[in-house]
Nanobody, 123 residues
Framework: QVHLVESGGGLVQAGGSLKLSCAVS????????VGWFRQAPRKEREFVAT????????YYADSVKGRFTISRDNAKNTVFLQMNSLKSEDSAVYYC????????????????WGQGTRVTVSS
């Protein structure tokens, strides 16, 4: 069984920063590829970023490239999402998930998800 718990969300002004954390339980965390998605009201869940198990490769949605950085600490079983230069359109519930399929940008390729953490960016 794998459990993921997100934290770090909150209210921030446009242009500000937040750092999200995703704590993952599971004996083989260091072998997991973990991704971040977000879902705004009345919208589908959309891909944000993902990082391979080694941390050597990461991929980003065009909408966050250059502003968000994904990283991981395998010793702490945690994946992070540093979000800078936040915009109102970044407001959403952010979820982390374990990728098991090949297409990192598709929610269906992830088998376990956390409960989400809400990010609200005020303009």
């Amino acid at each position: 069984q794998v459990h993921l718990v997100e934290s770090g969300g909150g209210l921030v002004q446009a242009g500000g920063s937040l750092k999200l954390s995703c704590a993952v339980s599971g004996r083989s965390f260091s072998t997991y590829t973990v991704g971040w998605f977000r879902q705004a009201p009345r919208k589908e869940r959309e891909f944000v970023a993902t990082i391979t198990w080694s941390g050597t490769r990461s991929y980003y949605a065009d909408s966050v490239k250059g502003r968000f950085t994904i990283s991981r600490d395998n010793a702490k079983n945690t994946v992070f999402l540093q979000m800078n230069s936040l915009k109102s359109e970044d407001s959403a519930v952010y979820y982390c998930g374990r990728q098991v399929g090949r297409n990192y940008s598709t929610p269906g390729e992830y088998d376990y998800w956390g409960q989400g953490t809400r990010v609200t960016v005020s303009s």
